[in-house]
């Protein structure tokens, strides 16, 4: 599927969408055509200003990008989206590319700096890099994302009980943490084993760890 018209709204897909930005018709049509020949989705803009107006589908995506645009830079709307904290690897192509331009992006994130003309092998291969990024970030996003959802699912004494067990605290000392008796603790944590679905202690610390739980004492 090719993406033109900006102001329409792309339906939802989780297939992998490139996007690219060049103002250069001809390089816009021979990169969607070499993407659509490996069975990717493509969305062309002329400007970044078009693709920020466009409706795209929640999908694995990156961005290839032209350094030099009008209006804004293929740079400055690095920045721009680095600052807005939209998380999109970008690849980026320019027919006039210098060292520290390329050094800037790259520190900016950038998965590659291409120049015109590249080979369609280099193209493709940073592209299939990009999307791996990108699908990886949102699967650890996702996984985040539920396991917050589980942890918000405790009360208030399971959190408290679950902070001092990750830390290494026995059941015994726990206890004389918080004024319970060591079966009250033992129970509750249980609960805390079976609402985050953890296998193992291990297993419950490294949550602990991921969710950026602290020791708590009362």
Not at 43 to 50: K, Q, R, W
Not at 95 to 108: E, L, N, Q, T
Not at 130 to 135: E, S
Not at 178 to 184: N, Q
């Amino acid at each position: 599927m090719i993406t033109r018209a900006p102001s329409r709204s792309a339906p939802a897909s989780n297939e992998p969408l490139v996007i690219v930005v060049d103002d250069d018709e001809a390089v816009r049509e021979g990169l969607s055509s070499l993407f659509r020949s490996v069975g990717l989705q493509v969305a062309l803009f002329a400007s970044a200003a078009e693709l920020l107006a466009a409706k795209l589908p929640d999908s694995p995506r990156c961005l290839v990008l032209d350094i030099r645009l009008p209006g804004v830079s293929g740079l400055d709307f690095q920045g721009q989206l680095v600052r807005s904290q939209v998380s999109m690897p970008i690849i980026f192509m320019t027919g006039h590319g210098d060292i520290p331009m390329s050094v800037r992006a790259m520190k900016a994130g950038a998965v590659d700096f291409l120049t015109k003309p590249f080979r369609d092998q280099d193209m493709l291969d940073a592209v299939s890099a990009a999307l791996r990024i990108d699908r990886e970030r949102r699967e650890a996003q996702a996984a985040n994302t539920r396991l917050q959802g589980l942890y918000d699912g405790l009360t208030e004494r399971e959190r408290q009980i679950m902070a001092m067990v990750t830390a290494g605290l026995m059941n015994k000392q726990v206890a004389g943490e918080v004024g319970l008796s060591e079966i009250t603790v033992k129970i509750h944590r249980g609960n805390v084993m079976r609402k985050m679905e953890a296998r193992s202690l291990a297993d419950l610390v490294r949550m602990a760890g991921a969710l950026g739980i602290e020791t708590e004492k009362k």
